[in-house]
């Protein structure tokens, strides 16, 4: 009994005295008595705060470097100039960006959400859940295809159990059993996460008509994952461009009126200004997916 | 022999204790937390508060149940980045203020679609200064949401500085849209964007 109690002990304390990763260029070995002075007074004015910024910022700027504990980024040097601190992705394009983004945002509100809320009206959610884990399980070759180009065998071994129990137990895939009794997990990989672990840079941030925000790396992504797509292929092959437009349309629209119209919604509602709020929460989802 | 299965089952119970109560090992910081957001849960429970026209009343218990954990002070500052030390103390406690009333606005409202969501620790660390829980959400479709909770230690008891959702830091979020808007205008362009936001 007690052996249990102390590796539970041991785990945790392990846990804890882990050093958290430190982004380059960061002094990692200062004493922490050293440190506590500084921190105090830059505490007291208020200086901490826009250290810490410029440090996120900047191991964000590199997206692909180790994320940096906050805990670990008093070192940064402090700097008052306002332009000094880099955006997480450049963004030449903006009046344009805005241009398309103000576009969506109308097409959202007036054209698509009323599509979707009439959809809900009529089809409950559990039905939708079904649809999207329909299209879900057709779309495993893309999960699965990333997963290797990323060298994640264990994770394309779940991708494919699951494609095989969710198309048979899950009847045709209208189901996730593999999740719900085999706790096997989706693996959300695409192409774009493969280009960025292949260290390609994420590019200046665009907007597309109706796609939303994205960069130049997550949109040579996005082609990559239409070639993987078997809808695509199904759509090439036995389908009217329209039918497979209407496919790509249901898919999207079933998607938003499940959980991504009011995720959407959450992200730019409360902001003060929504064009960069999104931009923002865009390039931050994205770091932390292509981390994980 | 007897001492030995009872010495084993005690080490099996122990052991399914430990791994099914989240609650059993989460330290100061996450138990604080969770405690809070039992409260809040509560309140979005209670059937004398259900329903549309007991609106306001419910967001007013839950506000006064949840804010003491959050910093605002804090959040301002991170918010605001390199632009908080040139403030003057009036307007530092005006932006306290304003930039409090954005949160409340902003997500206090969402808990009036509250359908049985529920919320666990995956991990918790922290140090003389900082802590760090992470949680998720589990919503009714199954789906996960993990939702990372920033914390100042203090002696006094741990407060929230910032919220991460699946990656977004809230607090980033913001001072992202306050320093695209002071690149271009001056502090009171944007105290007045604010104020129009919440008119």
């Given amino acids: ?292 | 022999m007897n001492y030995r299965k009872i010495t084993s089952a005690l080490c099996i119970g122990m052991l399914s204790l430990a791994v099914t109560s989240p609650l059993l090992w989460a330290g100061e910081p996450g138990k604080l937390l969770m405690e809070t957001i039992d409260k809040g849960f509560a309140i979005l429970k209670d059937p004398s508060l259900k329903g549309d026209e007991k609106v306001q009343e419910r967001r007013q218990k839950l506000w006064e149940e949840i804010s003491p954990i959050f910093n605002f002070e804090e959040m301002s500052k991170r918010a605001l980045g390199q632009h908080w030390k040139g403030r003057t103390p009036e307007e530092k406690k005006e932006f306290v203020v304003l930039f409090t009333n954005i949160m409340k606005d902003a997500y206090i409202g969402k808990t009036d679609t509250y359908s049985g969501e529920k919320v666990v620790i995956v991990s918790e660390k922290q140090d003389k200064k900082y802590a760090t829980v992470q949680t998720k959400i589990i919503t009714n479709k199954g789906t996960e949401i993990s939702v990372d909770y920033n914390m100042l230690n203090n002696p006094a008891g741990c407060t929230i500085y910032d919220v991460i959702i699946e990656g977004v830091s809230l607090v980033n979020n913001y001072r992202s849209q306050f320093n695209n808007i002071l690149i271009k205008s001056s502090y009171q362009e944007l105290i007045q964007k604010i104020k129009a936001k919440q008119s």
């Fill in chain 1, 1 to 292: 009994m007690f052996v249990v109690v102390f590796t539970m002990c041991v785990c945790k304390a392990s846990v804890w005295a882990e050093p958290s990763p430190v982004s380059e260029g960061q002094p990692s070995e200062i004493p922490q008595e050293e440190k506590t002075p500084v921190i105090n007074k830059a505490n007291e004015d208020g200086e901490l705060k826009h250290t810490v910024s410029a440090g996120q910022s900047d191991n964000t700027r590199k997206e692909d470097a180790t994320p940096a504990d906050t805990t670990q980024e008093e070192e940064e040097p402090i700097n008052n100039d306002v332009k000094e601190e880099p955006p997480l992705v450049k963004d030449p394009l903006q009046p344009y960006n805005r241009a398309i983004f103000t576009f969506n945002d109308k097409a959202y509100h007036y054209f698509i959400k009323p599509i979707y809320t009439g959809y809900n009206s009529m089809i409950p959610e559990k039905a939708r859940v079904s649809v999207r884990n329909f299209f879900t399980n057709i779309k495993m070759p893309v999960r699965f295809f990333n997963c290797l180009f990323q060298g994640e065998f264990k994770g394309a071994g779940t991708e494919f159990a699951r494609f095989v129990i969710n198309s048979t137990v899950g009847v045709a895939g209208f189901f996730d059993p593999a999740k719900s009794k085999f706790h096997l997990e989706k693996q959300e990989r695409d192409f774009g996460q493969t280009l960025a672990k292949h260290k390609m840079n994420s590019g200046v941030y665009i907007v597309w008509p109706f796609l939303g925000p994205s960069t130049v790396r997550d949109t040579v992504g996005l082609a990559g994952d239409a070639a993987l797509n078997p809808l695509g292929w199904i759509s090439y092959f036995f389908l009217t461009p329209l039918e497979g437009f209407g496919n790509y349309s249901y898919d999207t629209v079933n998607d938003l009126s499940i959980d991504k119209g009011t995720t959407y919604e959450n992200i730019t509602k409360p902001a003060i200004d929504p064009y960069i709020a999104l931009q923002d929460a865009y390039v931050q989802n994205r770091i932390k997916k292509i981390k994980e």
